[in-house]
């Protein structure tokens, strides 16, 4: 089906790598066609199968690993039953499309039902079921469907048979009238994951023998928040608490790094220890009606009083998937991500409006920036009040300025986290190939540095400078793509994120005001070679790099068999006939200041009669025909016809034409300068990947504050220009919370790339000192110095990297690693590496009436 489905992509047109460019300049780029693609034979399901094929095709079982590709691979019956009628094979895979989370609803198709197994007590029989997890259970409550029972792939399931006795009247009857319960099994574990951590096995013990006790296990359906612990009693931390570790139910171990760091929180620990039943929101439609709070309270409380034991995280990811429906699966995701949708969620939870006010945003109108700040501020907590917000929540100052009419907009929004980008994701060097459209100089590839999330104006203005451009020229940007130019950049607000690092750039410089002129792209075609003396055999061929220049009032074939021999004049080979020196003019390159006999010499070597006036221009001098083989084009080279000495031109915005090179092209000119155009950027293919030098979080942290223009697709609405403009915007930082949460911009995705940079950033552990960032004054003198106190770690790829933790225990001074299940110590001195994603830092608090900062026990340099 994997192989199938990306031919019928393809034949169809929906497989957007495999054509070049956007549907949006399709019109501009239509010189490029993609190849043909034949019609794709019967569907083939075999591939993404495991166990055979059935006549029905409803118990076939999919490969695991393929999960992310089949998520849209399999559609539901309709569209299948269209497919099979036009294709016909199979078999046939039905699937369903469900609704997931209760409130932030996605739909999906269900690519893997849920697996369980069931276990009958009295002899071990065991059988394997498939079921959708939006049917119904029969465990304790009827009403509750699979997925809101939080049963995970794969679990197994008591059968239970009661003879004599009484079970709750949910339970339903067995043919003899013998009382049924399903009581739920921890998984069976298999040693390892794709991550490399313990997960959920394709395996199943065979004996439930006698340790099995399953009354016991009844008790635990949901133990995560019915397992004893009352949330308005306060809880008292172990002797040896904060050592637990998470097991991982099948790729959770983003969850389990994200948990670690929120439950090591100081305030966070002590907040949830505490009695927080008061604070729940039942009513908050933004909310989980307080279920997401209890079940990570509860969670947290167990990580805290079980000693070293281990903690299965089943509720708390079942509530997590209802709140934010993109984690209720088995998917590897970001644990960033997840801490920001954990962090809304528990807000909201725990709000303690319970109306929230309305108020209208007010401009800052050349108020001072306290009393916009503290305005905002108070507005912002009249409808957010919560332990989230007291604890983790800061606020910075953005400023955005009109290119345009100079407009000033100043406002002060909240802030849970920063996302610092790496210096490395701030900038990109692009090469690109610079023309002359007049021919006075030879091509030139210039190499510049722009911000990666620039526009092509940014581009034309580093090559402007670059290449010294006067003020009365200007540049024009093309992509080059099999010898044609297949996208002209003329809007100079287009992303630069669009052109990928193996795409071939130039520019041509041109008159400042040459949107005026009649444009001339010359493509250029060679006769194929052939080993018989059969010349119908033979095709033309496009070659070399496409050359633009500009007309005047052009009229005549004439007037473009000029502007061809101008614009490969610095290509000429050094002729020489007598004395004279024919380079058209050029010495070395460019236009000299010739003496009267050499600017009056003609250049007539090979038929070509122009003769170099004082002034610079050409005359024709000769009567014949034209000096080069020019054919006028469509655009797209598929229809051609000769051009002729005197066939009319109509002056046009473009004009196209093929120039077939013979062999007196092939000596007069050096046709080497117009090949092999470098790539905008060449990745150096290494034999071991060299580590790329340490930057500073100080360093990230001034390109997330540095002053840069808003994306195209970022536009502000100006309101005084009524207009959306592409505004410059400066953010500052105003107001500091006590945890201080840093997330490190590692992974980049574009249309055509993604990528993880390994770039070793250097973070203090103590004292980091943020004083020069804060642009308020702060009337309470609170301290702007930090100390880490948790890591969220990410090692490997994008495809199959783990998550792991560091972890502070305040109290004991000792750092440990939290790898899932496992625990173990750590010395400070190790937990700085290249695979920090996440920091977590917490306000240094001031010594009373001394107003100075209480130094850290054991402090080192950072």
Not at 301 to 322: D, E, H, Q, V
């Amino acid at each position: 089906m994997l192989w199938w489905y990306t031919s019928w992509e393809r034949y169809t047109g929906q497989d957007v790598d495999y054509y070049l460019f956007d549907k949006d300049t399709a019109d501009s780029r239509s010189l490029i066609s993609p190849k043909p693609v034949d019609r794709p034979g019967p569907i083939d399901n075999s591939d993404i199968l495991v166990n055979g094929i059935d006549t029905e095709g409803n118990d076939l079982e999919l490969r695991r690993p393929l999960q992310e590709r089949c998520d849209y691979i399999l559609a539901p019956q309709p569209v299948w039953e269209k497919l099979f009628y036009w294709y016909k094979g199979g078999p046939a895979l039905p699937r369903n499309l469900i609704s997931q989370g209760d409130f932030n609803k996605q739909y999906n198709v269900e690519v893997f039902p849920l697996c369980l197994k069931l276990i009958d007590s009295r002899d071990n029989r065991q059988l394997i079921i498939r079921l959708s997890k939006k049917k119904h259970g029969i465990l304790e409550d009827s009403l509750k469907t699979l997925e809101k029972a939080a049963l995970q792939m794969d679990q197994d399931i008591l059968l239970e048979v009661q003879e004599d006795g009484f079970w709750p009247s949910c339970f339903s009857m067995d043919s003899t009238g013998n009382e049924l319960a399903l009581v739920p099994v921890d998984p069976s574990r298999s040693s390892v994951t794709i991550e490399g951590s313990p997960s959920l096995s394709n395996g199943h013990s065979t004996s439930y023998g006698g340790s099995f006790n399953p009354r016991s296990t009844l008790s635990s359906i949901f133990a995560d928040t019915e397992d004893g612990y009352d949330i308005s009693k306060t809880v008292t931390k172990a002797d040896r608490g904060g050592f637990a570790g998470l097991q991982n139910l099948g790729n959770t171990c983003f969850m389990n790094s994200a948990i670690q760091c929120l439950v090591h929180t100081p305030p966070i620990v002590e907040y949830f220890l505490q009695d927080y039943s008061n604070e729940i929101n039942e009513q908050n439609p933004l909310g989980l009606h307080g279920e997401l709070a209890v079940a990570f309270g509860e969670l947290l409380r167990k990580l805290w009083s079980s000693g070293r034991t281990s903690i299965a995280p089943r509720a708390f990811k079942g509530k997590l998937g209802r709140f934010a429906p993109q984690f209720s699966g088995f998917n590897q995701h970001d644990s960033q991500e997840l801490l920001a949708f954990l962090l809304d969620g528990l807000h909201e939870d725990l709000n303690r409006v319970k109306q929230k006010p309305y108020f209208e945003i007010k401009d800052s109108d050349g108020r001072p920036d306290e009393e916009v700040a503290d305005e905002c501020w108070r507005h912002h907590k009249a409808r957010n009040d919560s332990i989230i917000v007291d604890v983790c929540q800061g606020q910075y100052k953005s400023t955005l300025v009109c290119p345009v009419c100079n407009k000033i907009s100043i406002t002060f929004d909240p802030f849970m986290y920063l996302s610092l980008p790496l210096p490395s994701t701030v900038t990109r060097t692009m090469t690109v190939t610079v023309f002359y459209s007049d021919g006075s100089v030879l091509p030139m590839p210039y190499t510049v540095t722009v911000l990666q999330h620039g526009c092509c104006k940014d581009l034309s203005m580093a090559l402007g400078t670059a290449c010294c451009l006067s003020s009365d020229e200007s540049l024009l940007l093309a992509e080059v793509y099999d010898h044609q130019i297949c996208h002209y950049f003329d809007s100079p607000l287009e992303p630069l994120s669009s052109i990928k690092d193996e795409e071939h750039l130039v520019a041509y410089r041109f008159p400042k005001k040459w949107e005026e002129l009649t444009r001339l792209e010359i493509c250029h075609r060679y006769l194929e070679k052939c080993s018989s003396d059969n010349l119908e055999g033979r095709q033309r061929k496009l070659f070399l790099t496409p050359l633009v220049t500009y007309l005047e009032n052009p009229q005549t074939g004439t007037d473009i068999d000029l502007a061809v021999y101008r614009v490969l004049s610095p290509l000429k080979r050094k002729t020489y006939f007598g004395s004279a020196k024919i380079n058209g003019g050029l010495e070395n390159g460019s236009f000299s200041e010739a003496n009267d006999e050499s600017t009056n010499c003609l250049a007539t070597h090979n038929g070509l009669g122009y003769q170099l006036l004082q002034n610079g221009k050409l005359e024709e001098t000769s009567s014949g025909e034209l000096n080069f083989q020019l054919c006028i084009s469509n655009g797209r080279g598929f229809s051609c016809w000769p051009l002729s000495k005197n066939s009319p031109i109509k002056s046009g915005q473009l004009v196209h034409v093929m120039l077939d090179w013979t062999n007196k092209e092939q000596e007069l000119y050096d046709s080497s300068y117009l090949k092999d155009l470098p790539k905008v950027h060449k990745v150096e293919l290494t034999a071991k990947k060299t580590r790329q030098e340490a930057v500073s979080l100080f360093s990230c942290l001034d390109a997330f504050l540095k002053e840069e223009p808003l994306g195209p697709d970022d536009m502000w609405y100006c309101p005084s220009c009524k207009e959306h403009r592409q505004a410059t915007k400066k953010l500052d930082l105003w107001r500091l919370p006590d945890v201080l949460v840093f997330h490190l911009k590692r992974f980049s995705y574009s249309r055509y790339l993604k990528n993880k940079l390994d770039t070793f950033v250097n973070f203090p552990i103590h004292n980091l000192d943020l004083s020069k960032y804060v642009r308020s004054k702060d009337p309470f003198g609170q301290s702007h110095v930090y100390e880490l106190y948790a890591i969220s770690n990410h090692y490997g790829g994008l495809g199959g990297g783990h998550y792991t933790a560091y972890a502070k225990l305040i109290e004991e001074n000792s750092w440990y690693h939290f790898d899932d299940a496992r625990v173990s110590s750590v010395s400070e001195a190790d937990i700085k590496s290249s695979a920090a994603y996440v920091l977590f830092y917490q306000r240094v608090k001031v010594e009373p009436n001394a107003g100075l900062v209480k130094p850290s026990q054991d402090q080192v340099n950072p």
